[in-house]
């Protein structure tokens, strides 16, 4: 199949374009900017406030298949159970460690792939939003590789819904567990009023990949994230080094496979923080077009099943220790 390189956003090469172009994805995620500021919703909202591109995403929804669009309505329904009452008797916690690790066992129960818990930072909200939660309990879903084989076809956009709905099941019945405990907590799933990917870094989830994706050894990058804001106490997990870095500096697969050269080959600054970017404007209406894209993920060689875990450990064995 011949990919055309895409370089103007919303391009008149796709099925959709603004009469009036929205302001810049990149300049309102804060490309550029060297000082930390929290992030602004572009694109991907829970509804609850009217988004810059928010006619894309209305064409996102229009030109869903309809297997797509029913475990979308499947997973919102499932949300309207995110937050609830919370039982009036507290169940005291002496060990924050232990209880760390029972709820970890309970998500895992519950259908979780992975699960690490980080504390909620500046860096996982966006502006005008203040959840009130020390904690966050942050939960990988796996996709089928199978299915994902299939991107960019519908088929594997059904599956990557599919994941969503089970992630969503997965941290509803997480909250509403610890809710039953006599703690608050809500659950985030697909819809996005946090950022998930700083707090899955700082839970010990994995690393960020040079296609701007989460990397875990695990599932690589084939898998959704989702969170639940908590007031239980809770031990954190530390952030881990699996060694991402150490191959995406030299490797160059996702830049060179993706269709609209979305991805830069260095670090970019973004809101005072250097880091790998992906070029909001030429990724999202491909993205959308194809009803999730997601070639990136699919090269990317930490995402061949069962490759992870020997990768990290070969990438680190390489590493040359610092010269005294
Ligand atoms: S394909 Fe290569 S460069 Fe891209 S994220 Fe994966 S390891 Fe990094
Ligand atoms: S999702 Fe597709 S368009 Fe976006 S960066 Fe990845 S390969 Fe490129």
Known sequence: MTRRVIRDFPSA????????????????NGLGEPVFRRAEQVFHGSGARELEWRKLELFFALINPFRVYWLNMVNRWLLRRADGPVAKTRQ??????????????????LGAGAVGVAPLTEKALYNGYQPDYPHAIVVLMPMDSQEMAFVTTNRAGVETMRAYMEITRTVVALAEHIRAMGWRARAYGEAADILH?????????????????????????????????????????????IAVDDLCLGC???????????????KQMVRGEEKWYVDFDKCAPYFTHTVGCGI?????????????????????????????
């Open 252 to 266: 160059r697969r996702c830049t060179l496979d993706c269709p609209v050269d979305a991805i830069a080959d260095h």
């Open 197 to 241: 990917i700083p707090l899955a870094i700082d839970a010990g989830l994995g690393q960020l990949g040079k296609h701007g994706s989460l990397i875990c050894t695990e599932f690589g990058s084939s898998m959704r994230i989702a969170t639940v804001l908590t007031d239980l106490p809770l031990a954190h997990d530390q952030p881990v080094d």
């Open 13 to 28: 090469a796709l099925p959709f374009q603004y009469r009036q172009q929205p302001r810049s994805g990149n300049e309102i």
């Open 296 to 324: 990136c993920i699919e090269v990317c060689p930490w995402t061949i099943p069962g490759r992870g875990p020997s990768l990290a450990e070969k990438l680190l064995s390489k590493r040359v220790p610092d010269a005294v």
């Open 92 to 109: 005291p916690v002496a060990d924050p460690r232990a209880m760390a690790e029972a709820i970890k066992q309970r998500a895992r129960a």
